[in-house]
């Protein structure tokens, strides 16, 4: 369906309501000509359909993404005539302290601390006419993991490289002093060449910013993907263990179709992480061998000295088992399991 005419050098393009796969990106196009959105040499004039809808002074395209706390448009940058991602904070309750606004602050100044090809980089931070404030980041063309991991179920050794570049993103990350602390399949992006691009720094803990936010089922992660130590200990404690297993229960997940720990609501998936060692890899997908089993049980150790040392050793299992090499993690015995 045609919906709308914006202008390009004073010609017209008719505006698909639904996009077609650009041949030069492969993100998606609205354009009826089969020019791109998201390719720079066809922005140089583009208007939003929405007419003089700005933000800043970035022209909106189009609303991508919306959560509790804020939401995330499709904008022109005016002097690259670039593409970006413009992530927003929703008008808030109450008084400037408020947990949205302080979260959202927190993930603008937390990113920009950080320097890697496989973490997205934030362009520019600012505030609206309103005085709520604003952030723009690399434009991920190819969405998020939450949508490509079914596409990953049947190609290990794909969904084994993908985590081993998110994997050194994090050893950057913890480097520099930073907790993701809220990793999940939606907050790693995928560039139009499917390279990962971690993202949503919102509960991150950042060594040399304070935080004061009070603990709720929203402020410290997502069950099933934290580690058992996040949901009931006190985050100041909560070491680089916790990004580790949250690279696991993803690992996992891409391997089985199914997170470690399932349950009927969020708190029955926190109990049982905390209280069940892990299921085995190979009891839900037994084509798998037991290296990847030995890589997944690792990081999802209940306790957390018992996880990788770092994000960077478990990449470097990882690449290890992609390269046929003996991986350095053993398989962890019955008995020890029984005395923890």
């Known amino acids: ?51 003089d809808w700005r933000i800043g002074d970035h022209d909106i395209l189009e609303e991508i993404a919306r959560g509790g706390m804020g939401v995330v448009y499709r904008a022109l940058e005016p002097h690259s005539a670039r593409i970006v991602a413009l992530k927003c904070v929703l008008a808030f309750q109450g008084d400037p302290s408020d947990q949205a606004l302080a979260r959202f602050r927190r993930e603008a100044e937390t990113a920009t601390r950080l320097d890697h090809p496989n973490i997205v980089p934030i362009y520019r931070v600012g505030e609206t006419a309103d005085g709520l404030p604003f952030f723009t980041m690399k434009y991920a063309a190819g969405g998020s993991l939450l949508r490509a991991r079914a596409a990953l179920r049947h190609d ?39 390279e990962p691009l971690v993202s949503d720094f919102g509960l991150a803990r950042c060594d040399e910013i304070a935080s004061h936010l009070t603990r709720s089922l929203t402020s410290f992660g997502t069950p099933g993907y934290i580690a058992p130590e996040q949901a009931d200990g006190p985050a100041a404690l ?97 008995w020890l399991h029984a005395r923890r």
């Open 156 to 194: 290990p050794r794909e969904s084994v490289l993908l985590m081993k570049k998110v994997a050194l993103a994090l050893q950057h990350a913890h480097e520099k002093g930073v907790l993701h602390r809220d990793l999940k399949p939606g907050n790693i992006l995928l560039d139009h060449r499917g």
């Open 1 to 51: 369906m045609e919906v709308a005419t914006p202008q390009i050098c004073d010609t017209p393009f008719v505006v698909l309501e639904e996009p077609i796969l650009c041949a030069e990106c492969h993100s998606g196009s609205r354009l009826k000509n089969g020019l791109c959105l998201n390719c720079l040499e066809a922005l140089a004039a583009v208007k939003s359909s929405e007419g």
């Open 238 to 334: 909560l070491t680089a263990a916790a990004d580790i297993y949250s690279l696991g229960a993803i690992l996992f997940e891409l391997l089985t179709g199914r997170l470690p720990f399932v349950g009927d609501n969020m708190l029955g998936v926190m109990k049982q992480s905390a209280e069940r060692t892990a299921p085995k890899l190979r009891s839900l997908a037994p084509h798998l061998d037991r290296d990847l089993e030995t890589i997944c049980a690792r990081c999802l150790e209940r306790d957390p000295a018992a996880r990788y040392a770092s994000a960077g050793a478990l990449s470097d299992d990882l690449e290890s088992w992609l390269e046929g090499n003996p991986i350095a993690a053993r398989p962890v015995g019955p």
